[in-house]
Each structure stands twice: as C-alpha cells, then as structure tokens.
C-alpha cells in the first residue's frame, strides 16, 4: 500500500516533467480523485466498536473499609478504554468509613 502510495504521489511531478503540463494536471487530478474514494471506503467499513468487550456477570461482593476500594466487576478509571462494557446480576456492595467505595458494576472513578 505504501509503495503504491509513493508511486502515485512521484508520477505527477515526473508525468509533467517528462509529458508536458496538461498529462501532469490529469495524472495529479486522477491520484487526487482515487486518494479520496479510498478514504471514504475505509471510514465506510471501518468496524463501530474499536475495543474490547468487558463483561462481570454474577459478580461477588465487594466491602471496602477504612478508605479502601473494592470492585468486583469491571473497572475502567477516569472512563478509560474503549468498547462496551456490561455488567449483569451483580452481587451487594458495602463500603464503611470515609473516602471507602465498592463497587458491583462499572467504575469509572
């Protein structure tokens, strides 16, 4: 794909050197047209999601004490990654004591 890439983009000037002005305009207009049809097929089959899956289903339970964090489903800090992520019959949470958090599901924290 490179190699034909830099083919294309070395036959305009090379065209309109050796072929005279007019041969250069449509060999530039025809590299132009074909680079734009390409782009638009690749962002056209381009797959929706880009990342994994994360799945917790019947999850334990999580119990955080004394500023701990528990998470017994997926975690994803600062809502990082991509793709989907789910989380199905999770189990209780149970955080005492401050800045504690559990979590059963997604966290995003």
Do not use: E, F, N
Request: proline share 4%.
């Amino acid at each position: 794909m490179l190699t034909v890439a830099g083919a294309a983009i070395v036959s305009t000037p090379l065209v309109w050197l050796l072929d005279g002005t007019d041969t250069g305009q449509l060999v530039g207009a025809s590299v132009q047209g074909a680079t734009g049809i390409a782009a638009l097929v690749r962002a056209w089959w381009r797959p929706s999601v880009t990342g994994p899956t994360d799945v917790a289903a019947d999850t334990g339970k999580a119990q955080a004490t004394s500023g701990g964090k528990a998470v017994s489903g997926v975690r994803r800090p600062g809502a990082a990654g991509t793709g989907s992520a789910r989380a199905a019959r999770t189990g209780d949470a149970s955080a005492d004591g401050s800045d504690s958090s559990a979590t059963t599901g997604i966290d995003h924290s």
